[in-house]
C-alpha cells in the first residue's frame, strides 16, 4: 500500500512507502498494548531529513493525529545529529503504542547517556512491542544498569524482550552471565536460543583467565544491581564519582523546569557523596514527575545516607509500581533494620519486581528473622522473586532446601549453588 505524508521541512515534502497500514484504533494505554500494536515498517524514497527539520518533526510529535506522531518519529531516527534525542525520548511516552515503539526504534546506534534511563523505564513499563525495542537498543550500548535490566528481562514472558536481553548479556562481556545463556539455550523460542548461542559465542572468545573460575555457579546474587551496598558503591564512585564542583552544577541543575533534566541531574547525582547534595534529593522525593522520583529515590540509596530511610519508606506504597521498586531497592542499600516492618509487607506487593527487591533488600538488613518470610517467597511462582529470596538466604547467612537445588529454572539452581558455596566458606 502506497502513500504519501507531507510534513513542512522548509520547502521539502517527505514522501515514503508504506509495507503494511497503520493499525486503526490504536491502543491508548501502553501498558494495556497488545503485541500487535505494532507501528509499520516503511521504506523511504527520499534523501534523509537534515538537522534543520528537527524543530518541525518535534512540533509534529505533539500532534492530535497518530499519523503525524508516527512519522514525526520515524523521520527524526534518520538524522543523524544530537538534537533528536530529547524529542525522541518524549516519544516514548506517547499514549500510542506504535508512535513510542517507533521512537525507541529510532533510537538505535544514538550513543548519548540521556537515552539509557528512559529506554530502562521503557522496558519495564511499556506495552509490548516497546519494551522489545528499547531492550534491542540498550543492548547496542550495554551498561552495568542495561545488564540489571537483561538478568531479569532474559525471563520476561514476551521472547521479543529476552532475545535482545540475551544480546545484552553476551556484548557485556561478563563471564558470569555464562550460565543464565546456558539455561536460554534450552528456551521455547528459537530466536531466544540463537541469540544466547550468540552471546555465548561472544564470551567463548575471552581469555582463559576470565572464563576459569567465573562460570559456575553464576554469580546471579553478586550482579551489578544486587551487589552488596557498600562494593556497589565503591565500584560506582569509581567510574561516576563527583567532585564538589560537579555536584553542586547538578544540583542547580534538578531545579530545571523541564522534568528531563531534572531525571538527568538526579541520576548523575548518584555519584555524589556530599550531605548538600542529600538534602536537595530529599526536596524532589515528591517531583510531579514519577521517572524523576525513580532517580532521586534511586540516588539517595546509591549514596547511602542513613538520614534518607525515613523519607523514603513511604513510596513503597506509591501507586507507581516503579516508584516502589525503586524504594524497595534504595531500602536495601541503605540497610536500615527500621525499614524491616514495611519491606515484609513489601513482599507482599501485587507487583513481582517490587517482592523481588524488597526480599532482596531484607537479605541487605542482616536481620535473620525475617528468614522464615524469605524461605517462603523462596517457593513463589515467580522467578524473580525465587532467585531474589535464594539469594537473600545467603546473605542472611541461612541454608536453603535442597529441593531448591532441582528448581526448574537454572538461574534459581545457580543462586542457591552461590548461597550454599557462601554457607560453606569460614
Known amino acids: 500500500m502506497k502513500i504519501r505524508a507531507v510534513v513542512t ?29 505494532q507501528p509499520p515498517f516503511v521504506l523511504f524514497d527520499s534523501p534523509a531529513p537534515s538537522a534543520a527539520a528537527i524543530p518541525g518533526f518535534a512540533l509534529a510529535l505533539r500532534d492530535s493525529g497518530e499519523p503525524a506522531r508516527l512519522n514525526a518519529a520515524q523521520q527524526l531516527g534518520r538524522i543523524q545529529d544530537s538534537g533528536v534525542v530529547m524529542p525522541l525520548v518524549t516519544a516514548l511516552r506517547d499514549p500510542s503504542c506504535p508512535v513510542a515503539s517507533a521512537a525507541a526504534w529510532s533510537l538505535r546506534g544514538v550513543s548519548d547517556p540521556r537515552v539509557e534511563a528512559p529506554l530502562l523505564h521503557a522496558v519495564e ?81 575471552l581469555p582463559q583467565t576470565q572464563t576459569a573460575s567465573d562460570t559456575s555457579p553464576v554469580l546471579v546474587c553478586e550482579w551489578e544491581g544486587w551487589l552488596p551496598p557498600a562494593a556497589g558503591r565503591a565500584r560506582y564512585r569509581a567510574s561516576h564519582g563527583l567532585d ?70 513511604p513510596a513503597l506504597g506509591d501507586p507507581d509500581k516503579h516508584i516502589r521498586q525503586a524504594a524497595a531497592w534504595a531500602l536495601g542499600q541503605l540497610e536500615t533494620k527500621d525499614a524491616v516492618p514495611a519491606l515484609l509487607e513489601a513482599t507482599r506487593d501485587t507487583n513481582e519486581q ?56 537454572g538461574v534459581v539452581r545457580a543462586a542457591a549453588r ?9
Open 125 to 205: 513499563s511499556g506495552g509490548c512491542l516497546l519494551r522489545s525495542r528499547a531492550m534491542s537498543v540498550l543492548a547496542e550500548h550495554p551498561s552495568p544498569a542495561v545488564g540489571r535490566m537483561a538478568l531479569r528481562a532474559i525471563v520476561d514472558p514476551d521472547p521479543r524482550v529476552r532475545a535482545p536481553a540475551a544480546e545484552a548479556l553476551g556484548r557485556l562481556g561478563d563471564p558470569r552471565a555464562i550460565a543464565v545463556l546456558t539455561t536460554a539455550l534450552q528456551d521455547t523460542s528459537k530466536h531466544v536460543r540463537q541469540a544466547a548461542a550468540e552471546a555465548l559465542g561472544r564470551l567463548a572468545k
Open 354 to 409: 517490587v517482592r523481588a527487591d524488597a526480599v532482596w533488600a531484607l537479605g541487605m538488613t542482616a536481620d535473620s528473622a525475617t528468614l522464615p518470610r524469605v524461605r517462603e517467597l523462596a517457593g513463589s511462582e515467580r522467578q524473580a522473586v525465587r532467585v531474589a529470596a535464594v539469594c537473600a538466604i545467603g546473605w542472611l547467612g541461612g541454608t536453603v532446601d535442597t529441593t531448591v537445588l532441582r528448581d526448574s529454572s
Open 9 to 37: 521541512m522548509g520547502a521539502g515534502v517527505v514522501s515514503l512507502t508504506m509495507l503494511t497500514p497503520s493499525p486503526a484504533g490504536s491502543c491508548s494505554n501502553q501498558a494495556a498494548c497488545g503485541c500487535n500494536d
Open 244 to 313: 564538589a564542583r560537579a555536584a553542586a552544577t547538578w544540583r542547580r541543575r534538578l531545579e530545571s523546569p523541564d522534568a528531563q533534566e531534572r531525571d538527568r541531574a538526579a541520576r548523575a547525582l548518584e555519584g555524589a557523596t556530599d550531605s548538600a547534595t542529600v538534602s536537595a534529593l530529599l526536596q524532589h522525593l515528591h517531583d510531579a514527575n514519577s521517572i524523576v522520583r525513580d532517580g532521586v529515590i534511586r540516588s539517595l540509596g546509591r549514596i547511602g545516607s542513613p538520614r534518607a530511610s525515613a523519607a523514603i519508606e
Open 418 to 426: 552461590w548461597t550454599r558455596q557462601r554457607r560453606s566458606k569460614p
